[in-house]
């Protein structure tokens, strides 16, 4: 009798000792994948973004357009992978934001970015200094922030704890950067008094650069002594106010003329900039200052969301006074832990209600035979997951929801095919075995590679949603991939342990004698006998398959629609752009796409550069409060320029 791979499959697998061995291997570095496995909420998705600070100083709006950003847009559309570049100048100053495909690789595209740069900085007007580049990636955002208050303190009182607290969250693993929001720093000021300084004869200028020389460090040499080689430095920096005041700026008389002397040197606070308060709307305001985390790319949110919520708890009484209140305002490490544990919940529910679902139809041993393929399955996606790179986080655990049902079809069909041979009672239960596993071998593959092919095109969706849910069919592709294995190797050995049991309490299998194949048997044989009868079969199909997508269109449920934008300029755009600009970096967005009153700004696609473009003021208009406005011409929304 010929047998095919299944069947070759499974008697190899079938009374092996290592079968067991790598059913406990996969569970094992499943296990070790959740647990090693960075989490956080969402997927992540590179869009490689970098800010170039232009500064012209002198130069008009129209003039930096013309001489500056014009030809920076056309030097940078000539790069590889540059989709979108946006552009703003007000008066002595421009910027450019430069946006690459997704998915582009940051550092790659950061390279080509400084190559091209480099290689045309000869071209670039007198008095222009090379930009600065600075890389805008997702990890910049806070993920984590504290709000200190107390209504006892002032800014001053809470930017310093604030700023003790910064040393200990930058103390933790993984934390990229802290930043301190809110507050007066400290700072020492030099208050100069027009009185003093016509007194004394001293120019303000020399003032600012004597203190410019006090406050440095240098080593300045070394002399020896004896058998020791003695270094002289200068310095050290100036620390208080009385070493800012004891600064000599000059000699007038035969007198020593020092800072103090003509001006009052302050150590506090510095100047207020802005103002942050905290409190409950129409109640009272306590002044507020705030901390904001970013931790580093692929780092755990969990986890170091707990080390710094730790660290909080022991600066309290120490860093922080009692009556101080510190507030974590943001942690989307918890958040996202909360979502994992959901969706973790909803995954063991949903592999729990199959379980029951074919315990009830096949009985309890067939159950626990094709249970066994969810975990095992599960397990090996979870570590390829891990070795790919991919964070847990919703989308990877919606996918192995998705396939749930999925991957035990392959061993619902194996075990209950040799659930029948085996009460066959035909053949030795060996040859049972492999003879119901090689029977419907080929079937299950072939509709393994269906589903798979139903699947896989997910992945070459384009824009953001391809990275975003690449993790889905990533994810399903592999789970069924390991389910077919797992059905072929796996549930035969089981099945070939307990079903036989339960096989032999039954009555002799008769396939001919069973309900199923009767009805089946006598709805198929007229049908087959006769063409015309199969043919109405057929069209009647049709037309209810006809019928369904109709009715789905009058019912409302499947709708199409496309909706496009159009700024001042008359450049059209989709509507999801335009929320990525304004969602991905707020700063830039408004400086690129909604010129301030002082300059003009522009978004234009790399592949579609304009020579000769000028600049003009925009009007003094709000986006977001100015709804779009319909276009009798083509009809599309047009939204008004707004200020900045």
Do not use: C
């Amino acid at each position: 009798m010929r047998t095919d791979l299944a069947g070759r499959l499974a008697g190899t697998f079938l009374e092996s000792k290592l079968t067991p061995l790598l059913l406990g291997a996969a569970v094992a570095i499943g296990v070790w994948s959740v647990a090693t496995m960075p989490s956080e909420e969402e997927p992540q998705i590179v869009v490689p973004l970098a800010d170039l600070y232009l500064p012209f100083p002198g130069r008009s709006p129209e003039e930096i357009e013309n001489r500056l950003l014009i030809p920076v847009e056309e030097v940078l559309s000539g790069i590889e992978g540059v989709e979108y570049i946006y552009s703003h100048a007000e008066q002595g100053f421009g910027l450019v934001t430069v946006r690459f495909e997704v998915g582009r690789d940051m550092e790659e595209s950061l390279v080509r970015l400084y190559t091209a740069l480099l290689k045309h900085a000869d071209a670039m007007p007198p008095g222009f200094a090379m930009p600065l580049v600075k890389a805008v990636t997702i990890d910049d955002v806070p993920f984590f922030t504290v709000a200190v208050s107390g209504e006892r303190y002032d800014h001053a009182a809470l930017r310093a704890m604030a700023e003790e607290l910064e040393s200990d969250f930058e103390a933790v693993p993984d934390v990229r950067e802290v930043t301190v929001i809110g507050g007066s720093p400290r700072e020492i000021r030099v208050e100069l008094s027009a009185e003093r300084l016509a007194a004394f004869g001293v120019d303000p200028r020399v003032i600012v650069a004597r203190l410019a020389e006090a406050n440095a460090a240098a080593d300045v040499g070394e002399y020896t002594r004896g058998n020791e080689v003695v270094r002289v430095s200068a310095g050290p920096f100036l620390a208080t106010a009385d070493d800012v005041g004891r600064v000599v700026v000059d000699v007038r008389g035969g007198r020593l003329v020092q800072v103090a002397d003509v001006a009052e040197v302050v150590d506090g606070p510095g100047e207020v900039s802005s103002y942050t308060f905290h409190g409950p709307p129409g109640g009272r305001m306590d002044p507020l200052v705030s901390l904001a985390v970013a931790k580093r790319p692929g780092a755990d949110a969990s986890r170091v969301g707990e080390a710094l919520e730790g660290k909080l708890d022991a600066a309290r009484g120490r860093i922080l006074p009692l009556d101080v209140r510190a507030d974590v305002t943001r942690n989307y490490g918890e958040t996202a832990r909360d979502k994992i544990n959901t969706l973790k919940e909803h995954l063991l529910l949903a592999i729990l209600a199959v379980g029951i679902v074919v315990a009830l139809s096949m009985g309890w041993r067939a159950g626990i035979v094709v249970m066994t393929a969810v975990p095992v399955t599960f397990a090996l996606t979870l570590f390829v997951y891990h070795v790919f790179g991919y964070t847990l986080n919703r989308v990877t655990l919606f996918a192995l929801i998705f396939v749930t049902g999925i991957v035990i079809d392959d061993s619902i069909i194996v075990a209950e095919n040799m659930h029948r041979h085996f009460a066959m009672r035909d053949r030795p239960l060996r040859a049972a075995a492999r003879a119901a596993v090689d029977e419907v071998g080929n079937p299950t593959i072939l509709a393994t590679l269906t589903v798979i092919a139903a699947v896989l095109p997910m992945l070459f969706v384009s824009g953001l949603m391809g990275p975003y849910m690449s993790p889905m069919p990533i994810g399903a592709t592999v789970a069924i991939t390991f389910s077919l294995l797992v059905a072929l190797i796996g549930t035969p050995w089981l099945a070939f342990r307990l079903l036989p049991v339960e096989a032999e309490h039954e009555e002799r299998y008769v396939l001919e004698e069973t309900r199923t194949y009767r009805a089946y048997r006598r709805l198929m044989t007229p049908l087959l006998a006769d063409t015309h009868r199969m043919a109405w079969a057929l069209a009647i199909v049709g037309v209810l398959l006809l019928g369904s997508m109709i009715s789905l269109g009058f019912l409302g449920a499947v709708r199409f629609r496309s909706r496009l934008f159009s700024f001042h300029r008359g450049l059209k755009f989709e509507s999801r752009d335009r929320a990525l600009i304004l969602g991905t970096s707020r700063r830039a967005a408004s400086k690129a796409l909604i010129g301030p009153p002082s300059g003009a700004g522009r978004r234009t696609p790399a592949a579609a550069r304009s020579p000769r473009r000028r600049a003009t003021p925009a009007a003094p208009s709000a986006l977001r409060d100015s709804p779009p406005a319909t276009d009798p011409e083509d009809g599309l929304a047009r939204v008004p320029p707004a200020s900045a």
